[in-house]
């Protein structure tokens, strides 16, 4: 029983070596993390492995994966994790994307679901909402980092990090997902201005999931553009959440994930 | 060695900093007055021209969507002074070429300012600096990148001469590149490129460009003039000279010391005044990931602790002023010298802040009376 929950595993790709966590049986779950990277050691993976089989990489330049000088953009990391699907020969894969994940999911969708049993977009960005005045999304880096923490979590506090308790190998990690970040989404910010007119073609069982308390991107605002676009998309609220639900409320999010999945097999 | 007299142009009369956050990227331009700003431009082009008048060269820059530099291009304040001078050497450092969207106008508005001086334009890319991150939009991982392709795109616009030719890049794509006019030097300016690490020294040595360090002290200068002579040596180039090398300070000469450092403390405005929040001073992916951790460890070096509360003592005891009489400020200059291996050009930041113009040209006219003939024996 004594196994490590932080230990993560590789696998390669077309020549992209992915730091990988793979956990659990049954019915696969492709997890594609935020802009928060890739936590091994976080409750709610385990929770999940309850319900299947989940493989959570780490995009290239975040966690451990390597940098790769040819991908430097959502629409990569979309058919790198087409590739992925393929290379593992998974079907019926209930994808899982969060925030930046969710966009990484998104344009996965509309290219192409074979593989896939079902969608779960929880709070994603990557989508145009407003006119061109409108700032959408608020721009993490040009605001106070306490803000954008404020914004993202219902309770910041919560989930502070005190980096003086950190290793450096910790402080690394932190530093890349930044990096990786900034490459992935500085700029069109946190969207591809293509991508809302294409999500028509997502036309597998969708549920998008968003934290009641999110105030980085609203359910009101954001979520409802995206759920307008997708035709049956199911829409739910996760209690006492910001923008990352799986962090702040992981049983509750994982009940929702189950709950959908379980929905596909029967 | 030859001296440079650089201005960063700012515009001072600002609220208390108590008052706004940071004084770059957001402060709002309603603080400006443009009829002031018109008197401060003159002024400032003025004190170029007596620079030009006592023997030194002329060094400009730009910064973007700041009150610490009212030169957004470059370019504009140099065709003027392409038009008002008629001998110094005229360097812009520089261009930021990782930020600019069209390299190709860039070789355009170079080939323009050195035809139109009759070849006395000294040309230099810079990365930019991190506050201009968000002023630009431009994404600050993979730089170097960038600048690499759009240098490369600049000096083939400048040396190509028999109509276009094709640009498809991985940042840039011109299909039909012929600029007109061409530069007036052979094959093209001379290139200047600010190094303040290790390895873009290394590749700045690699060509045998100039590499400028600007307010790095003497372990910082030390590293990157080394790394670029390591890598000249590495590839069995040829050693290079000392005009290879140019160190910029905060320079003030006054008759007796305490006039050049009441001159240097007025001169500090520059870095007291840079208050800027860590959302603009450290994009992801613009410093290595080695200092982002040391950052959130508070584990980097002292002199960026020394850019957060700079004390004059500090600054001219690490090498980032000199200032005194002219005999102190030739044994600084000296001291560095010694210690980097030697350089051939001195960028002298010579007014910032409140420095009125009467000290400006005082503190230019003891340099060049005083310390300049001593400095140029060197050569």
């Known amino acids: 029983m004594a196994t490590n929950v932080t230990q993560t595993g590789w696998m390669s790709v077309h020549g992209v070596r992915l730091e990988i966590v793979e956990r659990g049986q049954g019915q696969p779950i492709l997890w594609l993390h935020g802009e928060e990277g890739l936590d091994p050691g976080a409750p709610f993976l385990d929770m999940l492995a309850a319900h299947g089989s989940v493989l959570a990489p780490s995009h290239p330049g975040f966690g451990h994966s390597p940098d790769v000088a040819s991908i430097d953009t959502v629409d990569d990391l979309s058919y790198l994790y087409l590739d992925v699907l393929a290379e593992r020969n998974l079907r019926n894969v209930t994808v899982v994307g969060s925030s930046l994940g969710g966009w990484i999911a ?96 997502i036309t597998l069982p969708t549920l998008l999931l968003w934290g009641a308390d999110d105030r980085f991107v609203t359910a009101a605002y954001y979520g409802d553009a995206f759920r307008s676009a997708i035709p049956g998309a199911r829409f739910e609220t996760v209690a006492g959440a910001g923008h990352f639900p799986h962090i702040e409320e992981p049983a509750a999010f994982v009940e929702r994930v189950s709950g959908f999945m379980s929905e596909r097999r029967g | 060695m030859r001296a440079w007299f650089f201005s960063e142009n700012a515009y001072h009369l600002l609220p208390d900093s108590k008052e706004y956050d940071s004084i770059r990227v957001k402060l709002p331009n309603r603080y400006y007055d443009p009829k002031i700003g018109a008197d401060l431009y003159h002024r400032f082009i003025d004190e170029w021209q007596i620079a030009e008048d006592l023997g030194l060269e002329i060094m400009v820059n730009e910064h973007h969507q700041t009150a610490t530099n009212l030169n957004p291009s470059a370019a504009v304040v140099m065709g003027a002074l392409a038009r008002d001078t008629r001998k110094a050497r005229l360097l812009i450092l520089g261009n930021p070429i990782a930020n600019r969207r069209e390299p190709v106008r860039v070789a355009e508005e170079m080939a323009m300012v050195d035809v139109y001086s009759r070849g006395r334009l000294e040309c230099g890319f810079v990365r930019g600096v991190p506050y201009e991150m968000s002023a630009g939009n431009h994404r600050p991982t ?210 910032a802040g409140f420095l009125d113009h009467d000290e400006t040209v005082k503190g230019m006219q003891m340099f060049v009376r005083e310390v300049y003939p001593r400095l140029k024996a060197l050569a």
């Open chain 2, 142 to 351: 993979r730089m170097m990148d960038r600048f690499w392709e759009a240098h490369d795109l600049i000096v083939k616009a400048w040396t190509s001469h028999d109509g276009p030719f094709n640009w498809e890049g991985k940042y840039f794509h011109h299909r039909q590149v012929n600029i007109w006019p061409r530069p007036y030097q052979e094959p093209h300016p001379p290139i200047w490129i600010t190094a303040l690490s290790p390895s873009s020294a290394r590749e700045v040595g690699a060509r045998g460009y100039i590499a400028a360090c600007f307010l790095t002290g003497f372990e910082g200068t030390k590293v990157v003039f080394g790394s670029y002579r390591e890598r000249r040596a590495e590839l069995k180039l040829p050693d290079p000279a000392l005009d290879r090398f140019a160190y910029a300070a905060l320079v003030y000469v006054g008759e007796t010391d305490e006039e050049g450092y009441a001159g240097a403390r007025k001169l500090m405005w520059y870095l007291e005044s840079n208050k800027v929040p860590p959302q603009f001073t450290s994009p992801p992916g613009y410093h290595p990931i080695a200092s982002a951790v040391n950052a959130m460890k508070g584990t980097n070096p002292g002199i960026f602790k020394m850019f957060q509360k700079p004390e004059l003592g500090a600054l001219m005891q690490n090498g980032l002023v000199f200032a005194g009489n002219p005999d102190s400020v030739y044994k600084q200059i000296m001291r560095m010298y010694d210690h980097v291996g030697g350089f051939g050009h001195l960028l002298i930041m010579g007014q």
């Open chain 1, 106 to 201: 998104a344009e996965m969708a509309v290219k192409c679901h074979d593989r896939f049993s079902g969608l779960v977009l929880v709070a994603p960005l990557g989508i145009k909402v407003g006119d061109r005045e409108t700032r959408d999304i608020p721009d993490i880096f040009a605001l106070p980092p306490d803000e954008v923490a404020r914004l993202q979590y219902r309770d910041p506090a919560r989930v502070a990090v005190d980096h003086s308790a950190l290793s450096d190998d910790q402080l690394t990690v932190i530093a890349r997902n930044r990096e990786a970040t900034a490459l992935y989404a500085w700029e069109p910010y946190f969207h591809n201005p293509k991508l809302r007119q294409w999500l028509h073609r």
